[in-house]
C-alpha cells in the first residue's frame, strides 16, 4: 500500500489535507491514494445540512458537533462556500463559527469553495468525505453552500439530510416545497426565538402533508433550535440517531444504499470520460475551431460529440471495450 | 490543472484581540478578488492557528499581528514542529518598521506595516506561492 494511503489511515492530519487540496485541484496523482482509500470508506454516517444563507448551519452544526464529541465520537466536517464566478476566488467563513473546535484532535474540519459547481456541493466533495471516512471519522457533516431550492446532490452524499429554516422568511416553504423538502428527512427552524416561528411550523407541516409520501415510510421531523444559545441542539441529535435507527431497518436501505453506490460510480465514469475528451480536444488545439464552427451554425453540438465520440472509440474499439467488461 | 492554476489557498487569523478587522476584511477581499481562496479564521490563539491553517491545507497564512511577538513565535514553532513549514507566512497590522527584522528573523517572508499597497501584497504572495511550487 502507497505510504500517503497508509499515513492516513492511521489518521494523519497533514497527509489528509495535502490529498485533500490535490483532490480539490484535480491532480491526477491523487487518484491512485483514493482507490485504496475507498475500499476502507463505509464506515462513517454522513448528516447533510442545508438551508439558505444566514440560517444559522453553521453555528448548529457547531453546536451539533460538542454533542457528538460528547458521545466520544470523532467527526469531520465539509464546510462549502461559494466561489466568484468572475474572479475565482472565494472567501471561506464557515468555519470561523466552529474555531472552538480548531485544536480538538478528534474534529477535522475542511473548508471547500464550489469552483464553479452548482448544487451547493463540490466536485470533490463525494472524494474528500471518501477521505475523512477512511480516516476513521465516525460522523461527517457536510454543510453545502447556502442555497434553497434545488440542491439535492446533498441528499445522495448524506444519510440523513436537514434543512435549516429560519422564521420570517415569507414564502420559503413555498420556494423550496418542490425541491430538496421532498426528501430531506429533518427540518430544523432556527433562531425560533423570533417571532413567525409558529406559523413558518404551520406552513411547512402543510406543505410536507402535501408531499409525495415516501418509500421508505419515514415521516420528516421538525426541531425547533436556538443554536447560538445551544437550545434544541440535544433533541436534533437525538433526532438525527432516531432517523439513523429508522433508515437501517426500513426495508429500503439497501435500496438507497444500491443508488448510492451507483450515483459515485456515474460520477467518476462522468468526469474521466469528460476529461478524456476534453485534453483530446485541448491537445489538438480544436477548441476555437469548434467554437467557431458551432457560432456560425456550420454543424451543430450533437453531430460534433458524435463525431468526436466515434473518433475515439470507432465501431470496433467499441466492440472490443464491452468484450473487456 | 496544472501547477501554476492551482488556486492559492490562505488562512487569514488575527493574533491581536483588538478588535480592529478592518484590515485583515480589506485583505482578505483583496486576495479573493485575485483569485484566491480565504479562509476566514478570526481571532486565533497560536495553536488554533496551525491546526487551522494544516486542516485547511493552505499555501499562505495572513496574520493580523499587534504587539504580541511572542504569540507568532509560537506559531513558528509550532508549524516547524508540525512539519508544515512550506506555508508562506505573511504578516500585516500595526508593526513598527523597526521591528521588521525582528520579525522576518522569526521567519515571516514579509511585513506589510500600514499604508502598503493591497497589489503588493497580492503580488508578493503569488510571486512566493508560484516560486515555492515550482522549486518543488
Not at chain 1, 460528547?70 to 468555519?95: M, N, Q, Y
Request: proline letters at 3%; aromatic letters at 4%; charged letters at 25%.
Amino acid at each position: 500500500m502507497n505510504n500517503s494511503a497508509k499515513r492516513i489511515l492511521e489518521g494523519d492530519i497533514a497527509t489528509a489535507s495535502r490529498l485533500m487540496r490535490d483532490i480539490d485541484d484535480r491532480v491526477p496523482s491523487a487518484i491512485e491514494i483514493l482507490k485504496q482509500l475507498y475500499l476502507k470508506t463505509g464506515k462513517a454516517y454522513i448528516i447533510g445540512v442545508t438551508g439558505a444563507p444566514g440560517s444559522g448551519k453553521s453555528t448548529l452544526v457547531d453546536r451539533m458537533v460538542d454533542v457528538f464529541r460528547k458521545e466520544g465520537k470523532t467527526v469531520g466536517i465539509v464546510a462549502v462556500d461559494p466561489t466568484s464566478p468572475f474572479t475565482g476566488g472565494a472567501i471561506l467563513g464557515d468555519r470561523i463559527r466552529m474555531q472552538r473546535h480548531a485544536t480538538d484532535g478528534g474534529v477535522f474540519i475542511r473548508s471547500l469553495a464550489t469552483r464553479g459547481c452548482l448544487g451547493g456541493l463540490t466536485r470533490s466533495t463525494q472524494d474528500i468525505v471518501n477521505v475523512m471516512d477512511a480516516m476513521g471519522k465516525d460522523i461527517i457533516v457536510v454543510e453545502t453552500v447556502g442555497v434553497g431550492q434545488d440542491e439535492v446532490a446533498i441528499v445522495h452524499l448524506a444519510h440523513t439530510s436537514i434543512v435549516v429554516l429560519v422564521p420570517g422568511m415569507g414564502d420559503a416553504i413555498q420556494a423550496i416545497k418542490a425541491g430538496i423538502i421532498e426528501i430531506a428527512e429533518i427540518f430544523v427552524i432556527n433562531k425560533s426565538e423570533r417571532e413567525g416561528t409558529d406559523k413558518t411550523e404551520r406552513d411547512l407541516r402543510t406543505v410536507l402533508e402535501m408531499a409525495r409520501k415516501r418509500e421508505d415510510g419515514w415521516e420528516p421531523s421538525i426541531f425547533r433550535t436556538e443554536a447560538i444559545l445551544n437550545k434544541g441542539v440535544m433533541e436534533l441529535v437525538s433526532g438525527i440517531f432516531q432517523h439513523k435507527q429508522a433508515m437501517m431497518q426500513s426495508k429500503g436501505f439497501k435500496e438507497k444504499l444500491k443508488e448510492r453506490t451507483k450515483a459515485t460510480f456515474l460520477d467518476v465514469l462522468q468526469s474521466k470520460v469528460m476529461t478524456q475528451f476534453i485534453e483530446k480536444i485541448e491537445k489538438e488545439g480544436k477548441w476555437d475551431r469548434i467554437i467557431h464552427d458551432l457560432m456560425e451554425k456550420r454543424t451543430d453540438p450533437y453531430s460534433l460529440v458524435e463525431h468526436i465520440v466515434s473518433e475515439q472509440y470507432g465501431k470496433n474499439k467499441m466492440s472490443s471495450l464491452t468484450s473487456e467488461l | 490543472m496544472s501547477v501554476e492554476n492551482r488556486p492559492i489557498r490562505v488562512l487569514m487569523a488575527k493574533t491581536a484581540l483588538d478588535g480592529h478587522w478592518r484590515g485583515v476584511y480589506v485583505v482578505a477581499t483583496a486576495m479573493r478578488d485575485a483569485g484566491m481562496e480565504v479562509i476566514f479564521g478570526g481571532e486565533l490563539n497560536p495553536y488554533q492557528i496551525v491546526e487551522t491553517a494544516i486542516q485547511e491545507g493552505v499555501n499562505v497564512l495572513g496574520l493580523n499581528i499587534g504587539s504580541r511577538y511572542h504569540q507568532i513565535r509560537i506559531v513558528m514553532e509550532q508549524l516547524k514542529k508540525k512539519g508544515a513549514d512550506e506555508i508562506l507566512v505573511i504578516a500585516g497590522g500595526h508593526v513598527p518598521r523597526e521591528d521588521i527584522p525582528l520579525l522576518k528573523e522569526m521567519g515571516i517572508a514579509e511585513v506589510f506595516p500600514p499604508g502598503s499597497s493591497l497589489e503588493a501584497i497580492v503580488n508578493f504572495t503569488k510571486e512566493n506561492v508560484k516560486s515555492k511550487r515550482l522549486a518543488k
